[in-house]
């Protein structure tokens, strides 16, 4: 029993052939159209990072400035209270005694 091999191929082996390449083709055509497109979108969501942490840093630095321009208006309020205790206090050494 000997093996036949045909010297001949026929039409339709030639268009399953080329069904074949033209699908490899488009697989790897689409797969590398795909991972473009992640890397695109991959690089939009690191400058949207860099975006949002610049953004941050600013928020925290006017929240800094807010936090000092409190303190020292508190500074402010506490240094009046006193002074007004201390004029409540002279007045009190000046009003008459009953």
């Given at each position: 029993m000997a093996i036949r091999i045909e010297k001949s191929v026929s039409y339709g082996q030639i268009a399953s052939t080329g069904v074949i390449f033209a699908g490899m083709i488009g697989a790897f055509v689409w797969a590398q159209a795909d991972i473009r497109s992640l890397g695109e979108h991959q690089k939009r969501i690191d400058s949207d990072?860099?975006?949002?942490?610049q953004e941050a840093a600013a928020r925290e630095a006017r929240i800094r400035g807010v936090e000092i321009a409190q303190a020292s208006q508190s500074s402010d309020l506490r240094s009046i209270q006193i002074g007004i205790s201390r004029i409540e206090a002279q007045l009190e050494k000046l009003q008459p005694r009953p």
């Open positions: 990072l860099v975006a949002i942490r």
